[in-house]
């Protein structure tokens, strides 16, 4: 038996160890919470790290297949072609017309190959007419060689009055001595379109002509060829402005060293090309067509253009389709859906004629519509937050009716393409020269492109039309001319 002293002394040992239990029970409590608490911060920044090592990894996966980046940019690794196998063997089709070299019923030279003796018996055949000729043409070009001109001016005494007359002398002739526009043509085509630099395009006139040329020459032709060439800008602008639909776009360029950009205001008919400084609204304000123009204008989704009230607007689908190919790659599987639904659009619209009736149209709508919607919920409940997936869902939401024009409407196109094309020249020429040393330099050759782009477009000859635009011709004229 204990004694009440042992029993108050045992209960006051167990009062003891329970409040030690109850402290240490305390304290792993606050532990655990902290732990808890630390384990949900190293979750969270363990699902932050992962978005960013999946959004990097991304960003190393982008070309210009996959993304805006321009092809300039495309590392070295094989890119798969966005364009799917046709079936069809390569080379010309059956039924293709195509083009051979064939002999011509006027050539420019004869050559008669004749036959004066005979190999068997050593007789003569001078006198014996052939009872057969082969004929064989041969294409090629004709000795080049600098020509010189000498224009001779008349000035006469009237025998009457004696009032002095004299004749006039060409517009283009106006010094003593001077190159014509057959060779001021020949240097602005070569440099601004097939962008020879000027040490080469002087060596290749030595070599070809046998006539020595200085490259400050060279850069005085292409400095009249701009000054011949831009009033017939003026012409394109007013064309363009009449236009129902209107590309827009606009690239990097490297001037002075400095950035740069060349924007680009096209239809398939006519091409304006201007550099500026910047790349926003400031730009396209001061090259003056985009605030006049009051048709349909195509571009990309960049912020500048929506600025423009004056015109309707329609969406680039070729940039959405290169976003959703990223977004595939990423794992997105309602991009493949959106991509699906925007090729099969474009067929059916094509299909049609160019534009659908407005039942179909509506029909095709609402697909676009849950297609979004459900992409928007999923993406809404990802952790963390897809943000710039969901931007680009949030973005064909809002803008569907300039997304889908292309439905309704005949001339709007599906892309955009033609003014990407119309740029593409812009990057070639910054690859191979790396920059412009002077903006004058820059407008000129965005000039030239733009005039030979627009006679290409028309099909004209381009050689004989910058020679009659360098002669004081319209270009105008040179389009309407049969």
């Known amino acids: 038996m204990l004694t009440v002293q042992q029993a108050v002394f045992t209960v006051e ?26 384990n949900k911060q190293l979750r969270k920044e363990n699902e932050q790290l992962t978005y960013r090592v999946q959004e990097l990894e991304a960003r190393t996966k982008k070309n210009s297949s996959n993304s ?63 009872f057969k000729v082969d004929v064989r043409q041969v294409f090629d070009l004709p000795p080049v060689t600098m020509e010189v001109t000498q224009h001779e001016r008349e000035v006469k005494s009237c025998p009457h009055c004696r009032c002095v007359q004299q004749a006039e002398f060409p517009s283009h002739v106006t010094n003593h001595v001077q190159y014509g526009p057959r060779l001021t043509a020949l240097v602005v085509y070569l440099y601004n379109i097939q962008m020879i630099p000027y040490q080469r395009l002087r060596d290749m006139i030595e070599e070809l002509y046998q006539h020595p040329i200085s490259t400050g020459t060279l850069v ?12 017939n800008m003026d012409i394109i602008e007013e064309a363009l402005l009449s236009s129902d639909i209107l590309h827009v776009d606009e690239t990097s360029l490297r001037i002075d060293g400095k950035q740069a950009w060349v924007h680009v205001a096209c239809t398939s008919a006519y091409t304006y090309l201007a550099p500026h400084a910047s790349r926003g609204k400031k730009a396209t304000d001061e090259i003056g067509i985009l605030p006049q123009y009051k048709g349909t204008m195509m571009h990309d989704a960049f912020g500048t253009y929506p600025r423009y009230t004056k015109a309707t607007h329609a969406l680039c689908h070729a940039h959405h389709l290169r976003d959703l190919k990223g977004f595939t790659e990423q794992g997105h599987t309602w991009a493949k859906r959106m991509t699906t639904f925007l090729l099969s659009a474009k067929q059916v619209v094509e299909q049609h004629g160019g534009f659908l009736p407005e039942e179909e149209a509506k029909r095709w709508e609402r697909v676009y519509d849950r297609i979004l919607a459900k992409a928007q919920h999923r993406l809404e409940g990802m952790t963390p937050l897809p943000k710039k997936a969901l931007s680009f869902i949030r973005r064909l939401q809002k803008r569907k009716e300039e997304a889908l024009r292309f439905l309704r409407e005949a001339h709007v196109p599906f892309d955009n393409n033609q003014a990407e094309r119309d740029l593409r020249m812009v990057k070639v020429k910054e690859n191979i020269s790396g920059t412009f040393r002077q903006e004058t330099f820059a407008q000129s050759f965005c000039i030239a492109r733009s005039i030979v782009s627009t006679l290409t477009k028309h099909e004209k000859n381009v050689w004989d039309s910058l020679c009659l635009l360098l002669t004081g011709e319209t270009i105008d004229r040179v389009l309407s001319a049969t």
Do not use: W, Y
């Open 13 to 38: 040992s167990l009062m003891g160890k329970v409040q030690q239990q109850k402290q240490l029970i305390h304290q792993l409590i606050q532990e655990n919470e902290h732990l808890r608490q630390e």
């Open 68 to 130: 805006h980046l321009p092809p300039s940019s495309d590392r070295f690794e094989k890119k798969r072609s966005s364009r799917e196998p046709s079936g069809k063997k390569p080379g010309g089709q059956e039924g293709h017309e195509g083009t051979t070299l064939c002999q011509v019923e006027h050539p420019h030279h004869r050559v008669v190959h004749r036959v004066h003796t005979c190999q068997g018996c050593g007789a003569s055949l001078h006198d014996v007419k052939p």
């Open 220 to 231: 005085n032709m292409v400095k009249r060829g701009r000054e011949a060439l831009e009033p």
